[in-house]
């Protein structure tokens, strides 16, 4: 089943006056369950293209469809509500709310929601367990390593069962090691609960495990 | 979980945050504490004079207040004491003759106003009695006289001397009387000690020809803030010869003055404010731009921005109400030890004591302040984090989710 929908898409940034296209006409089609990795060489329009697909940002041109549901329609609220709900986002760091336990960090996008406290605490302890990471339930990000965030990271984007998670560079600060591992999570998500994974990236790895592999180069996809 | 939130984000800068908790804590005690002041100076100054010579009300002729003249005695005086002594409200009053006249010693003489009243119905209504210092409060013998301690300096008399006090009487003939000085009073007013002089009633009313006739009944009633209701009760039982005045309508005065106060302390108020408000704006917004990236964070992952709105309100709000509670806890407590000994300011006293306040200012935490004070530093600390919270829901998510 398709999920998102790009029709052309350009994305124009004004740098000190100079336009920029970030994306410069991208037409996509992502079906449900897809493994996805966007790759291409640094300042190559992922990023811009992830956050457009994340609907943080709006194309300059093009419009882009989720479900069926035209983006450009919707208002702040209606995206805002949208990420909630159907999104999950890894950024390359501090994905974490510094103040909040890594429990904590998890039950706040339930929060947010409205889910119940008993049930937010015993979905977030059995996704801590079901990922292997009980044991940092009660540290906060600054008592993690670069890799226990990230995994963190990962139980949040997916705690609310979204639709898609984008993940912006998600073992770009962590070494091959500990990246390979968040990565074989993030594979068992995808396999396990059918959530749809679209990476940027450029580390090897990554691409390697692709399941279809995008390159962009030049804010235009290159070829698949 | 927001107020969690909001409340570990607060202890994120502890330095920055224990700063604008002090200075709410500080403005709040300032803000009562200049209170207490003005609260205590006006109170002293009002309740000094209500205790000198005003009382809550005074019955006279209808005329008297104005122009007190020896003629002005009041009609059918029994009819009014009857009224006043069927009125439950009504704990005390005191009949007194009033005129104005000269007293002389051997060295010296001035214009007094000269007081005939009954010993134990004026120390019912007025502070005189407890007010003497030497010698001792009058005994209702004939030609007992009790003055001023600056009178007597003025005068060069001491206990025992020998005084005459000359008045006109109604008929325009000069009463005239030779008194034997029983007292001398020290009061917080120096004016009122220069120049109001008590006399036996009896005596007053042979001395100016007066018969059984008086020229004021004043009266104390139960609790000052009845004045006006009583002052009424008593004006529809009453003659329309007759004046019934409460102490607002005979001190304006200090009625405009208590008024005045209490605008002055409002501007005081504004300030405090106003500092305060650009305290914790400034530190907000330095909270909100050291979190642009956990903002970009929290809009990315679908939290509506009037949630992060409300999450940098609460935060200052948090402060404020903390700050409040301490500040008002605290300043009461330090206000205690000061309503008690009270503050002295006889370095000024002078001019303080021809104010009818005395030297020693007992300051006084208003109700209605405490509890203005109570609401008004929150809804500050709100106000104050509209901007910030405005700048932080500005941010674009994008942006902010690249800057570190
Ligand atoms: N906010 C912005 N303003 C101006 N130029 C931008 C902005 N964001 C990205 N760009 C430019 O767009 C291009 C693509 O950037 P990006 O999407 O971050 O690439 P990638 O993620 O592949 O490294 C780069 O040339 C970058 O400098
Ligand atoms: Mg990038």
Known sequence: MELIKTENIIKTYQDNGVPVHAVNGISLEVNEGEHIVLAGPSGSGKTTLLNLLGALDKPTEGKIFFEGDDLSLKSKKELSDFRLHKLGFIFQAYNLIPVLTAMENIEFSMMLLGVPEAERHQRSESLLEELGIAELKNKRPNEMSGGQQQRVAVARAIINNPKLVLADEPTANLDSKTGGHLLDLMDKMNEEKNITFIFASHDQQVIERARRLVKIKDGLVDNE | ?404
Do not use: C
């Open chain 2, 1 to 404: 979980m927001l107020i969690k939130l909001a409340w570990r984000n607060l202890w994120r800068n502890k330095r920055r945050s224990t700063i604008v908790l002090l200075s709410v804590i500080v403005g709040v005690n300032a803000m009562l504490f200049m209170d207490g002041m003005t609260n205590g100076m006006l109170s002293q100054i009002l309740f000094n004079q209500i205790s000198l010579s005003t009382s809550h009300i005074q019955i006279h002729n209808k005329g008297f207040s104005d122009n007190k003249t020896v003629q002005g005695i009041i009609k059918d005086s029994e009819k009014v004491e009857k009224a006043i002594s069927n009125n439950p409200d009504v704990t005390a009053y005191s009949r007194r003759v009033i005129t104005f006249g000269l007293l002389s010693s051997a060295s010296n003489s001035t214009g007094v106003y000269i007081y005939g009243v009954i010993p134990e119905e004026e120390e019912k209504v007025s502070r005189i009695k407890s007010s003497i210092i030497e010698g001792n409060y009058l005994s209702n013998a004939k030609n007992e006289i009790i003055i001023g301690k600056k009178l007597a300096e003025k005068l060069k008399v001491g206990l025992g001397d020998k005084v005459v006090a000359l008045a006109n009487t109604p008929d325009g003939t000069i009463g005239s009387e030779v008194f034997r000085v029983a007292g001398i009073f020290k009061t917080p007013s120096s004016e009122f000690d220069k120049a109001f002089i008590y006399i036996p009633l009896a005596t007053s009313q042979s001395m100016l020809d007066l018969g059984e006739s008086f020229h004021e009944f004043a009266i104390i009633t139960k609790n000052y803030k009845q004045s006006n209701s009583v002052r009424d009760e008593l004006t529809s039982k009453l003659d329309a010869g007759i004046e019934v005045l409460s102490y607002e309508d005979l001190l304006p005065f200090i009625i405009i003055q208590l008024d005045m106060y209490k605008e002055s302390m409002f501007v005081v108020n504004f300030i405090i404010s106003l500092a305060l408000i650009f305290g914790i704006i400034n530190s907000t917004l330095m909270s909100v731009f050291e979190r642009i990236q956990e903002i970009g964070v929290l809009m990315s992952i679908g939290m509506r921005i009037w949630k992060i709105f409300g999450m940098v309100v609460l935060e200052a709000l948090i402060l404020g109400v903390f700050g409040t509670v301490i500040g008002v806890v605290s300043g009461y407590l330090i206000n205690i030890p000061f309503s008690i000994y009270g503050i002295d300011l006889s370095f000024f006293a002078e001019s303080l004591e021809s104010f009818a306040m005395g030297s020693i200012l007992y300051p006084q935490l208003s109700v209605e302040n405490f509890i203005i004070t109570l609401f008004m530093i929150p809804l500050i600390s709100v106000i104050a984090a509209l901007y910030p919270a405005y700048r932080a829901i500005k941010l674009e998510p994008v942006y902010a989710i690249r800057y570190v």
